[in-house]
């Protein structure tokens, strides 16, 4: 998580940090949106060698840490892609609405003058997707550090079937 927040903050016009106000703005209740909207720039700052810039590599660089909706999110938000409403068909399933909604505010955060706030006032955000995006999977997996959701029925924790 450090690494990530360090990355962010190397970006020269906090379009990210913008981006991701006026989604919680729009959205509230959309974290993973709001994240998206947050670490969309990181194919910008994440160079690769020859110094081209690439969605795909920010998108499968946070993957692991933020889930597979955030990285879907940000890879099909880049505006080298069609448009989100055409036809393509990506696997962005019930996220076409979500990804229309990010373009428009990444595109809406090129505005001088919106307070965003500070990078640090998203940590705790990025903290609580970062715990989510490991609970996907089987209860009691070695990546859960939570153990089963509360009432599952999974083979782990307190509350296990008897």
């Not at 919680?24 to 947050?38: C, M, T, V, W, Y």
């Not at 036809?87 to 595109?107: H, I, S």
């Not at 998203?122 to 209860?139: F, H, I, M, T």
Request: aromatic share 2%; proline share 7%.
């Amino acid at each position: 998580m450090l690494e990530l927040m360090e990355l962010l903050r190397a970006d020269p016009d906090d379009r990210g940090l913008r981006t991701a106000a006026l989604l919680r703005r729009s959205h509230p209740f959309d974290k993973e949106l709001q994240i998206a909207g947050l670490v969309h720039r990181l194919g910008h700052l994440l160079r690769l060698s020859d110094g081209t810039v690439t969605v795909g590599v920010a998108a499968e660089s946070i993957r692991p840490l933020l889930g597979e909706r955030v990285a879907r999110l940000v890879r099909l938000q880049s505006p080298e892609r069609p448009h989100p409403d055409s036809d393509d068909d990506d696997g962005d399933g019930d996220d076409t609405e979500a990804v229309a909604t990010l373009c428009q505010a990444r595109d809406a955060a090129t505005a001088a003058g919106l307070d965003a706030g500070v990078l640090e006032d998203w940590q705790p955000l990025l903290e609580l997707v970062a715990a989510g995006s490991c609970r996907v999977g089987s209860p009691g997996n070695a990546i859960d550090p939570l153990g089963a959701p509360r009432g599952s029925k999974g083979p782990s924790g307190p509350y296990r079937a008897r």
